[in-house]
Nanobody
Framework: QVQLVESGGGLVQAGGSLRLSCAAS????????MGWYRQAPGKQRESVAS???????NYADFVKGRFTISRDNAENTVFLQMSSLKPEDTAVYYC??????????????????WGQGTRVTVSS
């Protein structure tokens, strides 16, 4: 099992910045990809950004140039630096991790985990 714990959400004025963190913990696992999703009230959850173990990143068009995702492989932690925030960025942000978990037999299986979510509110 892998646990994801997020932090860093809060209330910020439009144009401001926030930094989200997500730390993965558990045993016998390796992370393939970590990313952030968000869900605004009344809307579906959508992908925001992701980063592979090798450092390749992917961003949704609506955050390109404003958000930066990074990770610390040694600490199994992913960060989302959010700048130039807009009221439409208001949402609950969820950390996501695709991992390989080692079985007792020594083989691996892939699993996906979600954090509990952290709320980001951007006031106009």
């Amino acid at each position: 099992q892998v646990q994801l714990v997020e932090s860093g959400g809060g209330l910020v004025q439009a144009g401001g910045s926030l930094r989200l963190s997500c730390a993965a913990s558990g045993s016998d696992f390796s992370i393939v990809t970590m990313g952030w999703y968000r869900q605004a009230p009344g809307k579906q959850r959508e992908s925001v950004a992701s980063v592979t173990h090798g450092g390749s990143t992917n961003y949704a068009d609506f955050v390109k140039g404003r958000f930066t995702i990074s990770r610390d492989n040694a600490e199994n932690t992913v960060f989302l630096q959010m700048s130039s925030l807009k009221p439409e960025d208001t949402a609950v942000y969820y950390c996501n991790a695709e991992v390989l978990i080692r079985r007792f037999s020594g083989t691996y299986y892939q699993a996906e985990y979600w954090g509990q979510g952290t709320r980001v509110t951007v006031s106009s």
